[in-house]
């Protein structure tokens, strides 16, 4: 939905508001998504820990994480006979799937084979087959936004970055800001008015007063987080404290959004129950359970799908990290999913069944498993769904 | 008031500002150059006008007067030989003033190594922050001196093409400040593998940051050595500076790279004591090494060549197989392009480019001038969106004339903030080139304050070092002699009509410096 749709459904009322008012809260209930990219390729097998595997503790004599030992808390969480979580996450994801509100997709990915970060990320967020020319100008967020446009329970896109997305490109326009850093609104009404203008009839023209708009909308959102914090006692920081905004504003407006977190290309040094990728998978689980619990009741309408563009190599390197991969585990969130699983198809992990004798292979494909999410979600029709991923068709994972 | 009244009025009072300005700082150097030369030569065109912004960091009276005298092509000409990047003395006075003008690169990272290992054996508690605290300090401060230096370079440089060149290469060697020892050594970095190179061969380009010892550590080669192979340096050398990612390599390609180069990496050290055969194979610059004792001596086979396992001489081997293959012609030519012409860039100019560099085995400076005086650039002139540096540079270029900043720091701040900062791209893929990347809402709406921020002559431009204000404040004069003579003439209506609008000259710089006519060229 651009701007002047917005206007044009939100009528009167809103234009009363003009552009120093807050938008419209959009009404509750209704279904939110949040997609989480994990840039860098993460390390998904010493995330979800194939502990019944003894290849595992073979191809990782430095960086595997420990069984699972209740007497001991860098062990892994025994999620299933076969599977268990790293100790970083115990309390936060552990807590999530074991209320099932989480679940993991082993064998998950794509088949883009060219263990490029920058290739693979950007096919993923296109989401259109590999062969033939791809267009740049269409995301598969973008293509879902587009394909919700205009229906009552249109969802209206976010993106919590400094930059659009490849994944949210083409839909009519996204706003886009980090809210790490988010200061007092800059232009008065008149000033913003004039910047508009200026960008009337060109092409950045709803990019501009889209933009102007988002930050007036949360300099009021942040004034209100100062009074509140005044009064509780959480005392967030860092992705925790952009988390807890993104909930509110998902919460109380947006209907899709994205976000992307950097730091998982562990080539080098990568460790196990501590170290680098330990430090980052507890950051993020803090801050997915601070976003769950600031969208408040309407974290029962909400999923999130983390994400990153391939696996690693199953054996650690020279280096006591690990390497490109291609297969990775997803994950799925959510307050009223069907968690508490492992969920699409799988095999046994062991040396035979690696791909290419390197990686996990891919059995669940990202489309499938997104396009089964949103066809749940929205209910989406035939049509609908292949607008969104065109060559692969929906995977029922049974968890919305 | 009426509209026009209130814009008469401002019109006054921007002169008597303009007046004050001149008397106290001698700022703008247009308007005090005699009334007689000041009305614009009938033929300054439109694309005379863009034409000039790209192929510098945007407009100033000095440039703008050097084109009018010498045409187009001589103009070029001498931007791409061995161009004058003399700087106002003051700006040479700063960069002088910092350490990493003076300093051995080599001495800082074993000071470093040490320290570290200092570090390390200290028992925790305050003093092991506060040493951990002080060396950390310390990276920042370094890294900050080597952008500082080159952002002045950006502004204030004759030899504005050489300065978008380094950026240009920088952004395509991209390396991350944040990783290993990187601040220690981004300046040496930019100083001796980029910036010698930057309007040069292209084989040297790559051979130069191949052996420096930035890109070893960030992507990680100085761990990759035999029966302990690192491959990530393999890739992307092949993916991202070379050849693309559909440039004909395949993962044995890359297997195969990362063997011949095993043993390439850092040593800020004493020289290890080898066998008398493995130490005629040894290679050492400054904290660059090669280290035989380390490398796979295998025969390699590298996009169906066969190179024998001989040490150094391998790698020299596979750079020079790597640039003449016709993939990397094309793949850099439609780099080059992607940043100068338009996001998209016409194909055949592309083609033009790679027979450019086929033919003169990869002389950026032919690629270029190919480029500059192709129709197909004319053509393109007016679409391009600027990159944050391009935004920034260009604006203090056009805001201050010349005049010389005494800190920085802002235009740092500013490109930060525009998700462009120096040394800041995580990833080895360097920033994207094409608007989609920098002209989404939040980045446009954070543009604007950084134009009102500009305009407004509130960022602290001229502060003294120590972060008081010395320098009398004010705002620029962005409604200058250069404004009527280069920008005034070809200004869209709607941005007219905006200026129009303004209710003060802060207000009008902060309108003129966010409208589509100054964020495209």
Redo the contacts between chains.
């Keep these: 939905m651009n701007r002047r749709e917005l206007l044009a459904a939100g009528g009167a009322a809103l234009m009363s508001f003009g552009y120093m008012g807050r938008l419209y809260a959009a009404p509750a209930g209704g279904p939110r998504f949040l997609l989480v990219f994990l ?2 390729g993460y390390d998904a097998t010493n995330l979800l820990i194939p502990y019944s595997s003894s290849f595992y503790y073979e191809a990782r004599p430095n960086i595997a994480i420990a069984r699972p030992d209740p007497a001991s808390n860098t062990s892994a969480l025994a999620l299933t006979a076969d599977w268990a979580l790293h100790p970083a996450v115990r309390d936060t994801l552990g807590a999530l799937y074991l209320q099932r509100q989480a679940a993991f997709v082993p064998f998950a990915g794509t088949d883009d084979l ?6 693979t990320q950007d096919s993923i967020e296109l989401g259109q087959p590999l062969q033939g020319a791809r267009n ?1 100008r269409s995301g598969f967020l973008g293509r879902l936004a587009q394909s919700l446009a205009g229906q009552p329970a249109a969802a209206p896109p976010i ?1 919590f ?4 997305p490849l994944a949210f ?1 083409g839909a009519a ?6 809210l790490k850093n988010v200061g007092k609104p ?2 008065d009404e008149r ?1 913003a008015a ?2 508009r ?6 092409h ?1 023209e ?7 708009e ?2 007036q909308e949360v300099a009021l959102e942040i004034a209100d987080e100062m009074q509140a914090a005044n009064r509780s006692a959480i005392n967030t920081k860092g992705f925790e404290l952009e988390a807890e905004r993104m909930g509110r504003l998902m919460r109380d407006k947006y209907r899709i959004g994205f976000i992307d977190v ?2 998982w ?1 562990t ?2 040094g990568e460790g196990g129950a501590q170290g680098t990728l330990a430090t980052n998978l507890a950051n993020l689980g803090r801050g997915l359970q601070v976003f769950s619990q600031s969208l408040g009741t309407e974290w029962a309408n909400t999923v999130v799908v983390v994400l990153s563009e391939f696996g690693r190599t199953f054996r650690e ?3 006591r ?1 690990t ?2 991969g291609h297969g990775t585990v997803y994950w799925v969130l959510g307050g009223s999913i069907s968690g508490g699983v492992i969920a699409g198809e799988q095999q046994p992990v062991s040396r035979a069944s690696l791909f290419q004798d390197r990686d996990y292979p891919v059995l669940n494909d990202y489309r499938g498993v997104l396009g089964g999410l949103f066809r749940s979600l929205w209910g989406l029709s035939k049509d609908q769904s292949a607008r969104v991923f065109r060559d692969v068709p929906p995977l029922d994972l049974k968890l919305v | 008031m009426s509209q026009r009244g209130g814009r008469l009025m401002y019109r006054a009072a921007l002169a008597a500002v303009c007046a004050w300005l001149l008397v106290s700082s001698g700022c703008a150097s247009g308007p005090a150059r005699p009334a007689a030369s000041a009305a614009p030569l009938p033929n300054l065109q439109r694309n005379d006008v863009l034409w000039l912004q790209r192929v510098t960091f945007g407009l100033d009276s000095a440039t703008l007067a050097e084109y009018r005298r010498e045409g187009r092509e001589r103009f070029l000409d001498r931007q791409l030989g061995a161009p004058d990047g003399a700087l106002p003395p003051p700006i040479t006075a700063q960069i002088q003033a910092l350490e990493i003008s003076h300093a051995d690169p080599v001495s800082w990272l074993a000071a470093v190594n040490a320290e570290h290992k200092t570090i390390n054996d200290m028992p925790d508690g305050p003093d092991r922050e506060q040493a951990k605290k002080t060396l950390n300090e310390r990276g920042n401060q370094l890294a900050y001196e080597a952008i500082r230096r080159d952002l002045l370079r950006a502004v204030y440089s004759k030899a504005q093409l050489r300065e978008q060149m380094v950026w240009f290469w920088l952004n395509h060697f991209s390396v991350y400040q944040h990783k290993a020892e990187l601040r220690w050594l981004v300046g040496d970095y930019e100083e001796r593998a980029i910036r010698p190179y930057a309007l040069g061969s292209f084989k040297d380009l790559v051979l130069a940051t191949l052996e420096h010892p930035a890109m070893l550590q960030y992507l990680d080669n100085r761990q990759n050595t035999a029966g302990h192979i690192n491959e990530n340096y393999a890739r992307e050398l092949m993916e991202l500076h070379t050849l693309g990612v559909n440039g004909g390599y395949t993962q044995q390609d890359v297997q195969q790279l990362a063997l011949i180069l095993t043993g390439v990496g850092v040593n800020a050290g004493n020289t290890p004591r080898l066998k008398p055969d493995l130490q005629r194979l040894y290679v050492r610059s400054g904290a660059f090494e090669f280290n035989p004792a380390h490398h796979d001596f295998s025969r390699k086979t590298l996009l169906q060549h066969t190179i024998e396992g001989s040490g150094f001489g391998e790698i020299e081997d596979a750079v020079t197989l790597i640039v003449r293959q016709p993939a990397c012609a094309r793949f850099i030519s439609r780099q080059i392009a992607g940043y100068f012409v338009a996001d998209n860039p016409p194909p055949l100019l592309v083609e033009r480019m790679s027979g450019t560099f086929m033919r003169t085995d990869g002389n950026i400076a032919a690629v270029l001038r190919t480029m500059f005086l192709a129709r197909e650039f004319d053509a393109a002139l007016g679409g391009k969106f600027k990159d944050p540096k391009r935004f920034v540079v260009s604006a203090v270029r056009f805001a201050y004339d010349g005049r010389p900043i005494t800190n920085p720091r802002p235009l740092l701040n500013w490109l930060n903030g525009l998700g462009e900062g120096p040394y800041g791209r995580q990833t080895p893929d360097g920033y994207p080139q094409t608007e989609l990347n920098w002209a989404s809402s939040g980045q446009m709406s954070r543009r604007f304050e950084i134009a009102r921020s500009i305009g407004s002559g509130s960022a602290g431009l001229f502060d003294s070092e120590d972060g008081a204000a010395s320098a009398p404040g004010g705002f620029p004069q962005l409604s200058n002699r250069l404004y009527f003579e280069a920008v005034e003439p070809f200004l869209a209506a709607r941005t007219k009509a905006a200026l129009d609008r303004a209710t003060s000259a802060q207000e009008w710089n902060t309108f003129l410096l966010a409208s589509p006519d100054f964020n495209y060229l």
Excluded: C, K, W
């Design positions: 840039r860098g060219t263990r490029s970060h920058f290739e740049f993106s970055t400094d930059s659009l490109e326009m996204v706003p886009n800001l980090s800059p232009f000033q004039i910047l203008d200026m960008y009337a009839g060109h950045l709803s990019a501009v007063g889209s933009g102007l988002l930050r950097g730091g290309d080539h080098v390197n020279g280096n990290g390497d490109h």
